[in-house]
């Protein structure tokens, strides 16, 4: 095996992990559990209770098929809000756990250590992790990431990665947004920078990710550090990187997609309802009247807005170690 090529550069926090996937063999869970787990029920229940405690949200339900060569599929959270994947009844007899970038950002503060621990205690390999750079000022732009891949800023060991441009607004300026791809989609190092504003529909604020996806690919490992120290490897990704080491929180990334989500769809309501608000003017009505006339019998939230969306703890969906079935015991992480 082979670790990663580039090197280890920066400020370890200076990124956060978006999306995490996680293979390793299901009876190493025995590692950790005092009550022998003999079937693959067994596992995902213990599972369940596992990922509660690491990540803030269990195993919900079942699905009807599976995915990737895995018989069972089983997901984490919501229909409104899903966390993750757990996947059992392989061949080579692995449990493989995929958290997509909502799960990473809802979970509990603080998961990355917790994951490290639980990966390293049953043996897991990373078979995916993408850790990503905000920016909020203006300071990165697809356009710089254009000009920078032409400069050979994001060549490695003498070779530049193919670049490509993505979406229509690189040259229709439709505001829909720009994404700069280097590399091969699905190889072992992929990246994106993106206008993340406009992909949730706000075009008036800047918010632009740089966002490195590592795939286990061609002999290359994903050493587990990346979970605990993701800035180093979103650093040494590029030589462009080593320019914009400067220390990042997640919680500043997930109140800025609140902000975001709320502003979009706050000029969505408006767009939607504002002429009737301007005839409800024009015939006298007033601001009170108006409100108490528009204001739903329900106290559903817009899609976009359910706040488990944003937090684990606010997802409604009870987990199936809980769900009147026998707990196995608690995991020692």
Known sequence: PIFMEQPRRGIADSAIVDWLTVTFPTNNLNKLSDTPINSD????????????????FGITRKMEKGMWMHKERYTCGSESAMYANVLVGHSADIITLDINGTG????????EQA????????GGHITRCDVAKDFFEEEYTPDKAYEDWNKGLFTCRGVRPKGQQIGTDWLNDDESGKTFGVGVRGGAKYARIYDKAKQLGDVENFWVRFEVEYRRRDGWIIPNE?????????????????DYQTEVK??????KLIETTIETVV?????????????LVELGWDDGSIIQKLTPKHKLFPRALIPERFFAADCEDVPIHRKDLPLLAEVPL
């Open 41 to 56: 029920g067994e596992a995902i229940l213990f599972m369940s209770s596992v990922l509660e405690k690491i990540m803030g």
């Open 104 to 111: 990473c950002n809802a979970g509990t503060e603080g998961w």
């Open 115 to 122: 994951m490290y621990g639980f990966i390293n205690a049953v």
């Open 226 to 242: 990346i979970l605990i120290a993701p800035g180093h490897y979103w650093g040494g990704a590029y030589p462009i990187c080593e």
């Open 250 to 255: 997640r919680i500043t990334a997930k109140k």
């Open 267 to 279: 000029a969505n309501a408006s767009n939607q309802v504002g002429k009737v608000i301007n005839f």
